[in-house]
């Protein structure tokens, strides 16, 4: 193991003159850290392409998925401000491998739930007694099957307990998700940028986010596949399940991608404990005419904590920012400094302003990642799986597309504040109009007997109509049919007064029959009516992810607007303000808002054991109508913000035109408008 030199001093390349380790090459290191970023980024997207599934397996709201969702921010956040506080104290490969040790684990924690909780029943009787099971959901004479009495047997403390095991334990997994990620991008930004040749590093950065910005797509990925089997496919009964992935009731595999994800993550992590604390500065310049792309890729995905890279660039003018001082304060002296520098970036009314739209937009993206597939299920009666195979093939690349896109229109257009503003009010507003068609595209719930009204013009059976009277319908019984017909569905097939089943072999069907409140008694399909509106769901995400990508447009020029809106002192610091911001006001809260918007749409709410479960039934159009005008509110706000930047840009740019001498003389309008003279620092973030 290599342990590097002393500190500030310089790693010899080899033992006694031999071969240089591998472990000694900051090429090596690029590879390295790409790929535990690549596996940290999948393991922490893949709840998002499971969270629907989550839900049903659970009994969870979307308010509670939706904060589980973002309990990872929680312990990153309390700890990411440190970071410039430990950055230069600490053996940095090595914090980086303990990190991803940490992300590991969570991701095994992630997955505990599963292998403590008892096998998922989907008929609230043992698939074991495959007898009961049919006569589970038939009507049958209430003096002969008192249904309700085994599910309120069943119904222990015991059963409660376990439940809020299973949650306390994914809540905690998440915050050690979180813990973990905090060193793994800063560290490993100005490790690269210490020892990497001055003209490679952003060589270096653009291939690391290049290959970084893949994670989320995989991750969706990964979820499409995982969907596709059964949840308990290592614990499966004798006779098999008589569900397909179609059915309301199946629930995929969505911990076997915690285990796989935690597997990439720790072999990813291995190398960092053989790189030493140090290593020789690289010599020599790539010859490689293609740099500047992949420079632009570094500059356009750049995340918050590239503000250690700005720290520890070794620039003469920087030597009294809060970055470079931060080594000689005490842990309580960096406390009782930083909340001074925090109001003082605060104060520059362009960086608030910027920082205010890219919380709109991330709380977008939060909300979007988050809760797009099970719209997209829900609407237009997709199967999880290939909801997430749609976000991971089409919205997520499109939305990196418009990153790379934004950063060469700045980059080969030399665009000024006043311009890259400019940009940025385009990109949103063509967001905003591609966006209202969403509004359009989907359909009404179908009619459910006793949950939905029925269109006008027919007759509907109460909550409980009379036909179902003499049957023992349990209330938290939840087996859908569909009467093919007249397109009404049923809650059970007991609701529906079925007294027999009949299964077709040949095309895998299950019909029930005999059946009292259908016309003619039947037969009714098992499952869910599929939606009128299916074949709309390719251009609703096409939409969506156009959308997305001008969106994403606007993410390079808004960062340069914040690297040339304060003083250069706290350039830094701003940008690590500016995501820790982003963090707290947009990716902690917005999953949470959207999740309560999406709970307010339900009109049948599942029942387990009593409790309220997972919400089984929603109003489309309300659905869809409240998350795409949640959306709409957060584009809004961002185009006036970035209106108001550009209002102000303007008033200082007549300013400097009436009055020459100030131009010269102010400090920070001089970094405003310099423009591309100034290549190699833009180069540099």
Partial sequence: MGTGGPPGGEASPGPEGRQPSIFHSIKFFVLCHSLLQLAQLMISGYLKSSISTVEKRFGLSSQTSGLLAAFNEVGNTALIVFVSYFGSRVHRPRMIGCGAVLVALAGLLMSLPHFVSEPYHYDLTGPEDLSQDFKASLCLPTTSA???????????????????????????????????????????????????????????????????????????????????????????????????????????????????????????ATPYFFFPREMPKEKYELCFQRRKVLTVAASSVGKGEDSLKQGSGGSPEKQDGLAQIAPDLSVIQFIKVFPRVLLRTLRHPIFLLVVLSQVCLSSIAAGTATFLPKLLERQF???????????????????????????????????????????????????????????????????????????????????????????????????????????????????AGCTSRVVEEAPDKVFYTNCSCVEGGGPVLAGSCDSACSHLVLPFVLLVSLAAALASVTHTPSFMLILRGVKKEDKALAVGIQFMLLRVLAWMPSPVVHGSAIDTTCVHWARSCGRRAACSYYDHDLLRNRFLSLQLFFKTGSLACFILVLAILRQQDKEAGTKPTLRSSGQEQQQLMSGPEKKPEESKV
């Fill in 146 to 268: 008192p249904a309700p009495a085994p599910s309120n047997n069943s119904c222990s403390s015991h059963t409660e307990t376990q439940y809020l095991a299973v949650v306390g334990i994914m809540f905690t997994a998440q915050t050690l998700l979180g813990v973990g990620s905090v060193p793994i991008q800063p560290f490993g930004i100005s490790f690269i940028d210490d020892f990497a040749h001055n003209s490679n590093s952003p060589l270096y950065l653009g291939i690391l986010f290049a290959v970084t910005m893949m994670g989320p797509g995989m991750a969706y990925g990964l979820g499409s596949l995982m969907l596709r089997l059964y949840v308990d496919i290592d614990r499966m009964p004798e006779g098999g399940i008589s569900l397909t992935s179609k059915d309301p009731r199946w629930v995929g595999a969505w911990w076997l991608g915690f285990l796989i994800s935690a597997g990439v993550v720790a072999l990813a």
């Fill in 381 to 495: 009666s997709v199967t999880a799986s290939f909801a997430n195979l749609l976000i991971g093939c089409v919205t997520i690349p499109l939305a990196i597309a418009g990153i790379v896109a934004g950063g060469v229109l700045v980059k080969h257009l030399h665009l000024g504040p006043l311009r890259c503003s400019a940009l940025c009010l385009l990109g949103l507003l063509a967001c905003l109009l591609l966006s209202l068609p969403l509004f359009f595209i989907g359909c009404s719930t179908h009619h459910i007997a006793g949950i939905t009204p029925p269109p006008s013009g027919q007759p509907g059976p109460g909550l409980f109509p009379g036909c179902a009277e003499p049957c023992s319908c349990s209330l938290d019984d939840f087996n859908p049919v569909c009467d093919l017909s007249t397109r009404v569905e049923y809650i059970t097939p007991c609701h």
